[in-house]
């Protein structure tokens, strides 16, 4: 890749990162549900920065541990 596309990733290469297939990139992108995009041609390459944020936008949080009472 030429060095303005350093900070991106080619489609296989998301999809490695995240450990699913190109296929499951293009039903998340259908869903409007997955990492961000940018098209040149017909090529699809993620900025690393905007798969991270979307990434941090996923996780969540755990439900606080409800006291148990004691039963007599």
């Known amino acids: ?3 303005i596309l350093d900070e991106y990733l080619t489609a296989p290469d998301m999809a ?3 450990g699913v297939t190109v ?3 293009e039903r998340w992108h259908a869903e409007r549900n997955g990492p961000p995009r940018t098209l040149i041609g017909k090529r699809r390459f993620y900025r ?3 798969a991270a944020e ?3 936008g996923r996780e969540e949080q755990l ?3 409800r006291k148990v009472r ?3």
């Open 16 to 18: 490695a990162e995240l």
């Open 1 to 3: 890749m030429s060095a």
């Open 70 to 72: 004691a039963t007599k």
């Open 23 to 25: 296929r499951t990139l």
């Open 63 to 65: 439900p606080q541990r």
């Open 48 to 50: 690393r920065q905007g």
């Open 54 to 56: 979307w990434l941090r």
